[in-house]
């Protein structure tokens, strides 16, 4: 039989049509799930980035030191309230100095980079869980992180662990990458050191136990150990020292012993590090999140995709069995995703990962938000379950019953929030919601104690957000139910994204309704309109619980009796003399020098009850008392 390539040439030419069809029907399919998970992201987070206004604490604690980064010109020793503030890892800080300079500081500002770190580590995901389960599974993945209640809520404040988590998810990425190849190769290991750096350069020595760790135990469960040795350590090692070391060595040598300070090297790594893992760093201005309630907050953060938690979980004991049958099968190029055996590699890799974070921090000190880090591995083993849930014909049970108990939760929501909500009498006009609150100090060192002074006379300021709530939680869950019996999961699914807007909306809407509890701005624009040059504002008692009158007003104020994030900064010899005491203070209150007072108003100084004082400004529970009248209403009365 004789043949030609002229004989082959239509079927070549089919088959090229083929692969091109199938390429662009690729290339679009990407870039709707991409577009969709902006748009959500969007919807949920760009709204947020302009209120509401910045909060006492950990917010403009944190946003100042990056403000005066920027002003000093000083981006190695860390500063607040011109105090060296050396307990903190300095890149988030960076990044929002750099904001702060493009920009202009402002609240968006502010929140801009961690805004734009959500974004990215929902299209990591989506990258990443594409290439191992496809490209509906990597779409659910970046939904669900783009969605869950946890991510939203601790974007509501100035904390790195949202990024430490997308580095984490990004460093895993390379390993698993490396693991795939013949021979690791230098993208793949260097990859991996460069994010480990970046971890170390965000929050410290995490970023070399977290990957570490979870490498490591990945190596030893399944045997494989020897491939550390073809990580290329040397140079991994090398390119790690290059990014991470020189930060930590100009910060030691900028902050050397001097009078009662032992340095930055101690303070950072003994004090903030070990001595904060055990539970001895001084100051303990920090609480212990109960440890059945830091794993059941894993379910709280994930909502409502934690509904379908289980279904990931049962998973993993399939993929440990599939682990050992397909290993040595070389499948990774195959296919619209990895194939078999890099699924299985994979979910090991994801399940090690908030396990091994989980335990970490159930033996030492936590805080709520310890959880975040976790929440990436668990958004690619949900939406890896989801992923495939579309690909079976007929109703899956198992998510049917998870839709059916997600339903009940939400009619029992419902209820309570329209009871609530509708029992509730709204507040009078011009009301501070801080009369309406039962305040326990106790509870202030988590990070949402002050959420629990809630009344039922303070639910009438949230009745709005309150039923909407309610609302929300009962359509989408009805919707997703309705959705999922058709057979329908990809709609089921966006109905509970969809639901999720509104919800979080919701939140917002919660928190600009108890800004002035928890921000201080309104008072410190009062005073900003009065500050004469030579003025003096004063903080009756921690910094951190006034410290946006020191951001909003760009201006250094005093404290009486700062013990906390000020104190080590205090024993520098160079150190400002902004620390007052009852004797002290006493005299600058009845000095010529006009005095602004934040305090809160049951907490007013000794010195200040005993003569007359003037009000410049009250709210949320707190006010501006000041020594002298207001300079411009004297003047407009001559």
């Known amino acids: 039989m004789e043949f030609s390539l002229s004989t082959l040439s239509p079927d070549i030419a089919d088959l090229d049509s083929a692969a091109a069809a199938e390429s662009s029907s690729t290339t679009r399919r990407t870039v709707f799930w991409v577009v969709l998970i902006v748009l959500f992201w969007a919807a949920i987070y760009v709204p947020g980035l302009f209120r509401p206004a910045l909060l006492d604490d950990a917010d403009t604690v944190h946003a100042e030191a990056a403000r005066e980064m920027l002003t000093r010109h000083d981006w190695v020793t860390l500063y607040a309230n011109g105090v060296r503030y050396l307990e903190k890892a300095p890149l988030q800080y960076w990044a929002v100095a750099l ?204 909502l409502p995709w934690s509904a379908f938690l289980p279904q990931a979980v049962v998973r993993v004991r399939q993929a440990w069995k599939n682990f050992w049958k397909d290993t040595g099968k070389k499948d990774t190029g195959k296919g619209s995703h990895g194939g078999p055996a890099l699924e299985s590699q994979a979910t090991l890799l994801f399940t090690l990962w908030p396990a091994l974070i989980m335990l970490f921090f159930s033996f030492s000190t936590r805080q709520e938000y310890y959880v975040l880090p976790a929440l990436p591995a668990l958004a690619l083993l949900i939406g890896a379950w989801l992923g495939r849930e579309s690909q079976i014909n007929g109703p899956q ?76 939680l009962f359509a989408g869950s009805a919707t997703s139910l309705f959705f999922r019996r058709r057979c329908k ?101 009845n000095s010529p020098t006009r005095v602004f007072l934040w305090t809160e108003m049951d907490n007013v100084p000794v010195p200040v009850r005993e003569v007359i004082s003037y009000q410049v400004a009250r709210w949320g529970g707190k006010v501006i008392l000041s020594n002298k009248p207001n300079q411009m209403v004297m003047e407009s009365h001559r």
């Open 99 to 302: 904001s702060y300079k493009l920009f202009g500081v402002s609240e968006w500002s502010t929140r801009l980079p961690l805004t734009l770190a959500v974004l990215a580590l929902a299209l990591v995901l989506y990258r990443l869980g594409s290439w191992v389960y496809g490209s509906r599974a990597g779409f659910y993945a970046g939904l669900i992180i783009v969605t869950s209640f946890g991510p939203f809520i601790y974007t509501r404040f100035f904390i790195p662990d949202l990024i430490v988590g997308l580095l984490l998810a990004v460093a895993l990425g390379f390993f698993l990458l490396g693991l795939n190849e013949p021979r690791p190769s230098r993208l793949a290991c260097w990859g991996l050191a460069v994010c480990a750096a970046l971890m170390v350069l965000a929050k410290g020595l995490i970023g070399i136990v977290f990957p570490g760790a979870i490498i490591f135990l990945y190596l030893l469960l399944t045997k494989n150990l020897r491939h550390l040795l073809r990580m290329r350590l040397a140079s991994s090692a090398l390119i790690f020292l290059a990014l991470a070391a020189p930060w930590h060595i100009l910060a030691g040598l900028a902050n050397p012993p001097a009078g009662q300070a032992k340095g930055f090297l101690w303070f950072y790594f003994v004090n903030e590090h070990f001595k904060r893992y055990i539970g001895t760093r001084y100051p303990k201005d920090y609480d212990t999140v109960p440890l059945l309630l830091f794993w059941g907050l894993l379910l709280i953060w994930l």
């Open 489 to 589: 999961p990809l709609l089921a699914n966006l109905s509970l994204a969809l639901m999720m807007v509104a919800l979080l909306a919701c939140a917002l809407k919660g928190f600009s309704i108890f800004e002035p509890v928890i921000s201080s701005k309104q008072l410190a624009l009062a005073v900003e309109k009065q500050f004469r040059p030579g003025d003096v504002i004063v903080i009756n008692g921690e910094y951190e619980e006034g410290s946006t009158m020191n951001f909003y007003t760009g201006r250094q104020v005093h404290v009486l009796k700062a013990t906390h994030n000020l104190w080590y900064g205090s024993l520098f010899p160079d150190a400002p003399h902004i620390y007052e005491n009852d004797e002290s203070f006493a005299r600058l209150w």
């Open 397 to 472: 049970k198992s998510g049917l019953i998870s839709a059916w108990i997600f339903l009940g939760i939400g009619c029992a929501v419902f209820v309570a929030a329209a009871v609530l909500g509708t029992m509730a009498s709204p507040p009078a006009p011009g009301y501070d919601i801080a009369d309406l609150l039962r305040r326990d100090p106790s509870r202030y060192a988590l990070s949402f104690g002050h959420f629990l002074d809630l009344t039922p006379q303070a639910l009438g300021a949230f009745r709005i957000p309150l039923i909407g709530t309610g609302v929300a």
